[in-house]
């Protein structure tokens, strides 16, 4: 990899990377008093869902809230690809996976990927960073600021880089594991 590419990563890396630490401080749950709890819902919304408060453990009737479920991660795959104008092996090829796990995941909406096949398959579609993390959510994946090599691939995203190779060689120099299938 060229020394400009390996610096500019590295500087985007020690710009963005959150420790786990500033995160848990971030995150700390403070105990609540009862007159201190900040209600979840609207008095409007209050009035349609029936339901009762117990201080910061909120006791909810489950059966009267709808369950919305979104796109299966091969649902929304297929659907990106179609919205693309691409073709199938178009896209297994750019991302470096083969026709049989494509053929998987066509076949099973059902279907829950690796975080490598997902992310290949967000770079194989050249998503940008919004919808490669939809993408991502549907597969139950995400990308952290407390994870090189989240960074590395957030990195080759924002600035519209999708060769797999290059970003594998990458993600090597930095010591994270390769996109391999």
């Given at each position: 990899?060229?020394?400009l590419?390996?610096?500019k990563?590295n500087?985007y890396?020690?710009?963005n ?24 819902y ?7 869902i029936s ?12 059966e ?8 299966t991660f ?9 919205k693309?104008g691409?073709?199938d092996?178009?896209?297994y ?5 083969d ?6 995941i066509?076949s ?10 997902a992310?290949?398959l ?8 919004d919808?490669?993390l ?9 990308l ?11 990195y080759f995203?924002?600035?519209k880089m ?14 994270e ?5």
């Amino acid at each position: 990899m060229d020394k400009l590419l390996f610096s500019k990563i590295n500087s985007y890396i020690d710009t963005n990377f959150e420790s786990q630490a500033i995160l848990f401080e971030m995150a700390k749950c403070y105990s609540c008093a009862e007159d201190e709890y900040k209600p979840l819902y609207s008095k409007q919304e209050e009035k349609s869902i029936s339901f009762k408060r117990a201080c910061a453990k909120e006791v909810y009737d489950y059966e009267r809230i709808p369950i919305v479920l979104e796109d299966t991660f091969s649902q929304k795959l297929l659907s990106l690809i179609d919205k693309a104008g691409l073709s199938d092996p178009d896209v297994y090829k750019r991302a470096g996976i083969d026709r049989k796990l494509f053929s998987k995941i066509r076949s099973n909406k059902d279907y829950k990927p690796s975080k490598s096949t997902a992310i290949a398959l967000a770079l194989g579609l050249k998503l940008g960073l919004d919808d490669t993390l939809d993408l991502l959510k549907s597969a139950g994946f995400a990308l952290s600021s407390s994870s090189k090599f989240d960074l590395i691939i957030k990195y080759f995203i924002e600035h519209k880089m999708f060769d797999i190779f290059q970003i594998n060689e990458a993600l090597h120099e930095f010591g994270e594991p390769v996109l391999s299938f």
